[in-house]
């Protein structure tokens, strides 16, 4: 190996010494733009443009099903109205995926005590034939309960997981019932079950409105019918179990896979005026289940990011990066839309300065968590700092994610936040006919259009980015 000469070779290690010192410069948010965020964030919580957003939406389109009757409407709503707010560009992105149908549902107890049920279909749920499914319920009281069964105790015969979930405010017990609802209809199905019951994934002990959900079928052969049951149609059905007979349901579901369907994801910018290709990138889901009017889940998000979007456009200058807001199509029925762009946006993951997607309801924002580069925690400090005041603590300890659907370009490796609205009665509404405008305080709105429009713009203004690159943030555990 030949040897630089000792000049070249401290040149060298001097401009490797520069590089480095670059890299690990730590990232600041300059005190103008800590001034500028603040005075956004207190406009803000004056300001009624996010629910009067929600309200066009849920007014004017209703329920939005992927695919369904309002599909495209809601898309033609979501780009009249980036452009009624002012937003610089706006533009869709397909996304592909597949098609499938509620059309009715009914259930009844035929034995040893007849009367009907109160139930929904979950979605990719196979249907039932013209006449029914009529069989024995065998019952579980968990999910590895019925992973541990003997198939021949299940074969068919309508396997039932009753879960209960209890009220947080950070929601966490959605986990195990959507765990239920997901992966035990599949599980079911594998053991040769004829159809599937659960105890609907919600905290709504005392109302029979049962609240539907995805499951994990994405081939119309594996599918078996499947749905969820009301609390107290659960209850009822626990009870006349308890008797110890037969008891016989029949399930009449009329739903099914019906071919693929071509949507897209509907996006608006505010262009930067210094880093146009660098973006923030926030926005809400555009789809929604079909029983409400998809008000919280996720009306709110969208209208959430588009507003705080608009806060930022209608400022004197525009933002140094991009904001770009994203209503998402298809989350509902397996994150279709975050997969799609995250798939078309891998390659520039590196100019996506900071992310987050709000779907977690209206209520107050009350923490933020982040994953960012360890020199750009300083920054993510003060941005706490800004929004301290209107109810937001700062936990360092956990990660940030991204939301639901921009998770998925987290797991390519986009720097993140998590912004965790106060859901203790969120899952009271979610899924259900009772999504609706009403549960939406106007006040509680603006705090977290507050939130989101003070940090989009402290993020587009910082001197240095805050660790987006591929795979950065797989210690995270996120993943495609």
Do not use: C
């Not at 002012?86 to 592909?96: A, L, M, N, P, R």
């Not at 891998?346 to 580069?373: C, N, P, Y």
């Not at 965790?420 to 709105?445: C, M, R, V």
């Amino acid at each position: 190996m030949r040897r630089l000469p000792l000049t070249l070779l401290a040149a060298s290690l001097a401009l490797a010494t520069g590089l480095a010192s670059a890299a690990d410069k730590a990232t600041v948010i300059p005190q103008a733009a800590v001034k500028t965020a603040e005075q956004l964030r207190d406009k803000a919580m004056d300001d009624n443009t996010g629910y009067k957003i929600v309200e066009s939406l849920t007014t004017e389109i209703g329920a939005r099903i992927a695919g369904g009757p309002n599909d495209q409407r809601a898309r033609d709503w979501a780009v009249a109205k980036f452009k009624e707010l002012g937003y610089d560009k706006v533009y869709t992105e397909t996304v592909t995926y597949p098609l499938w149908e509620r059309r009715s549902e009914h259930a009844e107890i035929v034995a040893p005590f007849p009367q009907s049920l109160s139930l929904i279909a979950l979605g990719y749920s196979a249907g039932t034939p013209k006449d029914g499914l009529t069989a024995e319920v065998v019952k579980f009281d968990s999910l590895d309960a019925l992973k541990k069964a003997d198939p021949a105790s299940v074969k068919g015969k309508i396997v039932y997981v009753t879960v209960h979930m209890e009220r947080h405010k950070d929601g966490h017990d959605y986990g195990i019932g959507s765990g239920v609802r997901v992966g035990g209809p599949v599980i079911a199905a594998k053991m040769g079950a004829a159809g599937f019951l659960l105890r609907s994934a919600g905290t709504d002990a005392h109302s029979r409105t049962p609240h539907t959900g995805v499951t994990g079928f994405r081939d119309p052969k594996d599918a078996i019918p499947a749905a969820a049951l009301s609390n107290p149609d659960a209850d009822q059905l626990d009870r006349v179990l308890a008797y110890g007979k037969p008891v016989k349901v029949k399930l009449d579901l009329d739903v099914g896979f019906n071919g693929s369907y071509t949507g897209a994801n509907v996006i608006g910018e505010i262009t930067g005026k210094k880093h146009p290709d660098q973006v923030v990138a926030i926005g809400g889901h555009l789809d929604s289940w079909d029983p409400g009017t998809g008000a919280i889940d996720d009306g709110a998000g969208v209208a959430i990011a588009m507003a705080a979007g608009k806060m930022i456009r209608d400022l004197p200058q525009r933002p140094d990066r991009t904001i770009r807001v994203i209503a998402f199509a298809n989350e509902e029925m397996g994150l279709w839309g975050g997969r799609a762009y995250a798939d078309k946006h891998a390659a520039d993951v590196g100019k996506h300065q900071l992310g987050t997607e709000s779907d977690f309801g209206a209520r107050k924002i009350w923490r933020m968590t982040a994953s960012v580069k360890p020199s750009a925690v300083g920054a993510i400090e003060q941005i706490a700092k800004v929004i301290e005041p209107i109810g937001v603590a700062y936990d360092a300890k956990r990660p940030g994610g991204g939301g639901s659907d921009l998770s998925q370009m987290h797991g390519k490796g986009m720097a993140a936040l998590t912004l965790t609205q106060d859901g203790t009665d969120y899952f009271d509404y979610h899924h259900t006919a009772n999504d609706t405008l009403d549960k939406i305080d106007p006040k509680e709105l603006a705090q977290n259009v507050a939130v989101y429009a003070a940090f989009s713009y402290m993020a587009a203004q910082a001197d240095g980015d805050f660790g987006s690159a591929p795979g950065a943030f797989a210690k995270d555990g996120a993943s495609d």
